[in-house]
């Protein structure tokens, strides 16, 4: 196993910059899940690191080994395509053993890992069939059994549920997820879905315009985003902004948050990192279940119309108009409110997250 | 987009093998090159070649002279460039409406259809020299057309259709062989060019209230520019070239300009007139080709 | 894909049986009769004259003259087609001309499909000049190069060869070749060689582990039509051959001199293999004018 390690990688497509200056290091059996919306340079690092890109500047290290100049093939990486690009000329047990035919493997072994692999994907059924027999869930399963048959120090995946139906992307996601623990490869996963990441990852680093953004655990990504791109690329609905400004009014150390005619008083805890930000203009962040509806007008709570009612089955989905700022609120189905009523927000201000008004990026650490 | 900043010093010399070969800058390269190379050497040499002869006397001078000279001894001169061009005008639309037509039809994905397309393509594979010879075993004084308009009772006796006297009849004899024979080549690009316009601009159109045909003037048609320019283009090219068809049904009674460069080298020997038939033809479908170019314009916008 | 039909068939079911193809209305019933008399009247016009040409060239001699001619023939008859295969030079220039074709295939296809693959795999300067060169060289009239080669030619001593003859045939089949090629290779996903890569392939043992073996139909399909554009040739083998003539340059030298019979089952003759091989590749007759797809 090995760890995984990107130094200033740049990536040019002639005036376009796919990969610019990325530096980032995944450990050792890490999961990592590269998201970012399409054309965010997240693919075309993933082939940096599995060899299929030449980058135009920075090196690449797998373990202690710069990789930076070998050709794939002696990278020692698997890689699984979004296409699953399983060989249409060979049967299953042929394109699982492609690899290890390659490496010249002797064949009692090839055979005992190919059965090993196709057992631990439950497919040993299918070893004999050809992939135009397959089910896309198959085929999925046949890439993937390729790829970790030869037991790489890094497993790559570009998109790999990305083809598959709704109902089967759940099943296989919970299985790739059982997969990494069994096997241990240092993972890197590519994705545009940010469930699949939130769900996946032991981190995740979100790409934008081919500069990784954040680096964190699914959890901190989500609860504290490092700037208002993160906060409105994850998460469903995304993340509500709205300008505000921090305030000061009494003396005694404690902060407000003017926002959409009112004021919300501050928890003490983010004084510290506010203090040099009163009087200025700030973004506030909420996600939509840190805001409670009210029907009746309370303290600190702001006056809102409601736009949209979208039950989503498990919630109801609120779009409100609040100081000519529109938010997304998530409620409870037992909450009943039409559209043009006019209801009360609460925001849970441990919840609120702060960002520069002009360079978006987070006020908190 | 980010500006591109020059990144710093992390490049290391690799292996000469793979600086040549191995990089994806290079290796397109090296993979086109033989074709380049054989494109100048069996197209580039060749025309400067015929230019260069068609363009200068005996003695290696640059000279215009050629042209008349070639008008005063060739008393076909001016026939063949009238019959040609009167052939490539008729058989040309001609070929251009038949093709859309039968397209239309195919497009129309009735049972059988690929069957049918199948079917009207096979002249593709046929030569122009067989084709003339097919219809010459038609057309022949106890051929198939006088036999049927004998049965017909049209006739008492055996017609000469393929005879010197009658250049008209032996023109419509080459038309129909050659309409015959090279609509398919038309067929098929309009067909592929059919293919690729997406059904759902013609059922947005029939939502919208249009009828049959004007879903065929105002979004088939202009949609499928670009492959009618690419047929004609084609096809226009190839008709100035008309030659064996022509040699097959009517000898040298009807002289055209390819047949004429062929009969210039075979039986006089004379390179230079040769070459000269062989820039006229060229300069008519370049002339044609830009002619089309500039007419049926795709603009770069409209393109998909 | 039946199967769960067929095994549900056996146990009764609640759903009512199909009612059958809907009853067509007299409008529409006249439309498809309209269609289909219009698509039989086309395809015996396409038909009709190989079908003449086939009775006639196994027509016996003696009825070959009969005034008016009857559709069918008294009975079948090989002795024109005998007669014209064995007149003096037909054998040769047959054997000839299958010479030129093969060696045609084999220059173009070497030459065409690196190119095919370069178009197909790569994105780079140059690419879309190069494609428009390709297509420049279609335009380009057959007189004007053969005439000027055989000069050439005779300075390289390959005058009245058959390689010479292959040579020009090649440039004539090249610019639809890569065509072909370009296409061929595009269908075969570029991830299925990248994954070969990472499994340890170089990229030539990639592409000939994967792509070639996944290419190979697309890949005769080229060879057998650059074998028809060579077959079918008549100009330039007719002004770059004396002795050595293929079979159509020596049907076309020897026309005027030659009965009728000759005539007729020559055209036939040469139509016969162009049939085949356009059948084995109808496939690709329409994809090879859909512009060349860009992977893009």
Redesign the interface.
Known sequence: MAEIRLENVWKVFGKVVAVKDVSLTIEDGEFLVLLGPSGCGKTTTLRCIAGLERVDGGRIFIGDRDVTELPPGKRGIGMVFQSYAVFPHMRVFDNIAFGLKMQRVPRSEIKRRVQAAAELLHIEDLLQRYPAQLSGGQRQRVAVARAIVLEPEVLLMDEPLSNLDALIRLQVRAELKRLHKQIGSTTVYVTHDQVEALSLGDRIAVMKDGEIVQVDDPTTVYENPADVFVGGFIGNPPMNFLPGEIAAPKKDGFLVLRAAGHEIPLPEEFVPALQDHVGKPVTVGIRAEHIEVVPEPTEGALPAQVLVVEPLGSHLLLTLEVGGETLKVMVDTDLRVEPNAEVWLRFDPAKIRFMDRETGKALLP | ??P?EA??G???P?PLRQRIL????L??????L???L??V???V???S??IV?AFQDGAGNWTLENFPKLRRWDFNFLPALKWTFLLALVIVPLQLVTALL?AL?VN?R?R?SQL???????????????????????F?D???L??LL??LGLIDA?ITILTPDERWWLFGAVVVAEH?RATAIVL??L???L??ISKDYLESAEVLGANRWQRLWYVVLPLLR??LQ?AL??RT?FA??I??VV??LA?DFLPV??ER??NW??FRQN?RF??V???I??AI??IF?VLYLVFLRVREEERR | MTSPSSRSASRPSPIPPYPGRRRLTPRERRHRFLLYMAVVTIASWVLLPIFLIAVLSFTPREEFFNWPKPLIPSRFSIETMAFFVKSYGVLQSTLNSVWVALLTIGITLAIAAPAGYALSRFVFRGREAFRLGILITRMFPTALLAVPLIVLYYRLGIYDSLLGVAFIHAAMALPFAVLITTSVFVGVSRELEEVAMTLGCSRLGAFARVTLPLALPGLAAAAMFTFVISWNEVFAATVLTTTNRTLPAQVLTNLQASPPFFRVAGGFFMTVPALLFIFLIRRYLIQMWGGTPSER
Do not use: K
């Open positions: 987009m980010a591109v990144p710093v992390t490049h290391r690799r191995g990089t994806d800058t290796l397109p390269y090296w993979l086109l033989p074709s380049v054989y494109l050497l069996f197209f040499i060749p025309l070649q015929a002869v039968i039809l129309t009735f059988g049918f397309l199948y079917v009207c393509a096979v002249p593709l594979g046929l030569s122009d020299l067989a084709a003339g010879l097919i219809w010459y075993g038609i022949a106890r051929g198939f006088n036999s004998y049965t055996p015959w098929v690009v067909v592929a060019g293919q690729m670009p492959s690419a283009i084609i090219i100035f070239e030659f064996a040699l097959a000898g300009l390819a460069a062929y080298y075979f390179l040769a070459s038939y062989a820039v033809i060229l479908s370049l080709t």
